[in-house]
Antibody, heavy 128, light 111 residues
């Protein structure tokens, strides 16, 4: 079973950088697409980035494209989010999450947008 | 890409059924069956309730069901319980410059 644990959050000045990590204690990390979702204080959920199981495809929300970089190391079972040029509006709890996979008819599929395992979240605060 | 539209709040009495709507566009809900629903308690990570419009992951109560018509998806909670008092979010795959878009969120209150 996938268990996710984020780290790397903290207080950073506007314009600064921070790198978040998400460690998976399960054995099948390399078969799951992984995502980052954030939640600003008192606000709703915002999807910000997804990386395919192999790492060959990455996707970003318009709000972070060009500033954030998602990556993964399947040999270390680790997902990362490099955040540069941070803004006050990036202040949020950042969650990593894995995409649901199900097997049917001899094949296995990922379900887009179905994040079934979540970490506990790590807080990022960008000071003005 | 704007967030999907959900009602800010929905309430019901124990035992009743309530429905939460999630309205999108022809770029997301209208063309894809990749709509999921999440439940989130304060200070906790979200929990997946429904995927691909109307499928429940293992372990999720059958009191939760999903549907879709046109550009609007819906989550129905039957036999409402005090423990259902929580925030609920929808999400859809989208064909715009982003990949996914969440709904604005709905606070469910059990009267």
């Amino acid at each position: 079973e996938v268990q996710l644990l984020e780290s790397g959050g903290g207080l950073v000045q506007r314009g600064g950088s921070l790198r978040l990590s998400c460690a998976d204690s399960g054995l099948t990390f390399s078969t799951y697409a992984m995502s980052w979702v954030r939640q600003a204080p008192g606000k709703g959920l915002e999807w910000i980035s997804t990386i395919s199981a192999s790492g060959g495809n990455t996707y970003y929300a318009d709000s972070v494209r060009g500033r954030f970089t998602i990556s993964r190391d399947n040999s270390e079972n680790t997902l990362s989010l490099q955040m540069n040029s941070l803004r006050a509006e990036d202040t949020a709890i950042y969650f990593c999450a894995s995409t649901l996979r199900y097997c049917i008819g001899g094949g296995c599929y990922s379900s887009p947008g179905a994040f079934d395992i979540w970490g506990q979240g790590t807080m990022v605060t960008v000071s003005a | 890409q704007s967030a999907l539209t959900q009602p800010a709040s929905v309430s019901g009495s124990p035992g009743q059924s309530i429905t939460i709507s999630c309205t999108g566009t022809s770029n997301d809900i209208g063309v894809y069956n990749y709509v999921s629903w999440y439940q989130q308690y304060p200070g906790k990570a979200p929990k997946l309730l429904i995927y691909e419009v109307n499928n429940r992951p293992s372990g999720v109560s059958n009191r939760f069901s999903g549907s879709k018509s046109g550009n609007t998806a819906s989550l129905t909670i039957s036999g409402l319980r005090a423990e259902d008092e929580s925030d609920y979010y929808c999400i859809s795959y989208t064909s715009t410059t982003t990949l996914y878009v969440f709904g604005t969120g709905t606070k469910v209150t059990v009267l």
